[in-house]
């Protein structure tokens, strides 16, 4: 861990030093401009950044702020409460309120976590079982990727960590009957990855681990997820290697029928196969998955800019980007955190060299230089200036923060904790997006 934060913390500190505001579409002009066009606007525009352009006419540079306190007041409307104070006053009050856990909030929210997840699964299971997914209006079940029970298989470790030992063994016999890949159907690779095949592998080794969770275990879980992933190995026959979007269980087509022909596929689907393919090859002995899933990391990784940023899509033929949006939202996300897990999973300094200069990257160029704690978010950039392309933070980079003190980052982890927590806390929930 130590070794991880240092060779992290120094390629961070290098970027982050190098860090200039008109790479971001900042300059000092455009700061000082921006600065006074924010005190111009009243208290309610809250979190919401005004923009103003020297070069827009006139009419554009009243009707743009307008534009944004009406679109800031549909999406966040606790933005024009609290007697006139901004969102700003908000944050600090809420982080004036709530510290640190102490024992008895743990305790709590533990009791709180479980008692969610028996609710939704013992609905799921009484429900929509075995089909993949539990309706919530309507409480019918509905097939995502094929009818595979995904629930149950995504639950197993997760069962077997809150020591639902009932669950646990009616749940693996369940699937012994019922789970069946032999099907003509059309799945998403990266989604049938990482939940079914890695609920399968998670849950064999903790079973594997602990044999009084599952008395008489036989390895079913392990034998199921070899044939999966065998089934899903033909979407990687494509020009580039990178897998293609969908296949067909049955066939190994990666062009399905009834589906747009698309060759595309997000950076995250391309390169968050580490951790699943991996812990197989290494339970299995044979490395064809490792394989895989290492070139495809590779790849994503070998086809990043100047700036060390990599684009959220890529054409699986040519392996030419197609989106050259760099985020740690959707598109991208989970493909850092696999960079690093599959470093501290298996040891691979690869891994670590590429999730260190990749992270470092990021905090350089995606750090917005405009916050309201002091702290600031990180937005979407293009890949290749740095330059701003998203006004807005989407709530699926609230991993980041998480990945951050895995990797030693601390500090920098609370820092960018502590705005989306106040963000939760203001609104209630997590939106999807925060204007910003």
């Known amino acids: 861990r130590a070794h991880l934060s240092r060779r992290v913390t120094c390629s961070s500190t290098t970027s982050q030093s190098q860090y200039s505001p008109v790479a971001s579409g900042w300059s000092k002009e ?63 009050d809420i982080w004036r309120e709530h510290g640190p856990l102490n024992s008895s909030d743990l305790t709590l929210l533990r009791r709180q976590a479980w008692e969610m997840f028996d609710h939704g699964f013992a609905h799921y299971m009484k429900h929509a079982f075995p089909m993949d997914n539990l309706l919530p209006c309507t409480c019918r079940g509905k097939n995502w990727q094929g009818g595979l029970g995904l629930t149950l298989v995504d639950s197993l470790d997760t069962l077997a960590l809150m ?45 594997e681990r602990d044999s009084s969770l599952v008395p008489g275990y036989d390895g079913l879980l392990l034998h199921k997820a070899v044939e999966l992933a065998d089934r899903l190995l033909p979407a990687f026959d494509t020009p580039s290697g990178l897998p293609a979007l969908f296949v067909n269980l049955r066939t190994g087509i990666v062009q399905p029928k009834g589906r747009m022909k698309t060759s595309n ?103 917005l230089p405009v916050n309201e704690l002091g702290y600031s978010f990180l937005g979407d950039v293009n890949m290749d200036s740095g330059k701003l392309t998203r ?18 980052q601390e500090d920098d982890a609370v820092q960018l904790h502590a705005n989306f927590t106040a963000a939760w806390r203001a609104f209630g929930w997590m939106q999807r997006c925060l204007v910003w």
């Open 265 to 367: 596929t997000c950076t995250a689907c391309a390169g968050t196969l580490l951790l699943e393919f991996g812990m197989l090859s290494a339970l299995t002995g044979n490395s064809v998955y490792m394989d895989h899933a290492h070139r495809c990391a590779k790849t994503v990784y070998e086809k990043r800019s100047k700036l060390g940023l990599v684009g959220s899509s890529l054409d699986v033929n040519t392996e030419a980007w197609t989106s050259r949006e760099s985020t740690i939202g959707p598109g991208i996300d989970s493909y850092y955190e696999y960079l690093l897990k599959a470093y501290l999973m298996f040891g691979d300094e690869d891994y670590l060299e590429m999730f260190s200069e990749l992270y470092a990257s990021t905090m350089r160029w995606m750090t």
């Open 30 to 92: 455009g700061k000082k401009k921006a600065g006074r066009h924010r005190q111009s606007c009243p208290p309610s525009a809250g979190a919401a950044m005004c923009l103003r352009s020297s070069r827009q006419a006139s009419s554009l540079q009243l009707l743009l702020p307008l534009l944004l306190l009406l679109l800031v007041g549909w999406i966040a409307p606790i933005a024009v409460s609290g007697l006139g104070r901004g969102l700003k006053a908000r944050f600090q």
């Open 391 to 408: 006004p807005f933070v989407s709530a699926l980079g609230a991993f980041w923060p998480g990945m951050q003190a895995l990797a030693g």
């Open 163 to 207: 020591d639902r030992r009932a669950d646990l063994l009616e749940g693996v016999e369940l699937l012994r009957g019922s789970l069946d890949f032999d099907k003509d159907v059309e799945v998403h690779v990266f989604e049938t990855s990482i939940r079914v095949l890695g609920g399968l592998v998670s849950g064999h080794v903790l079973l």
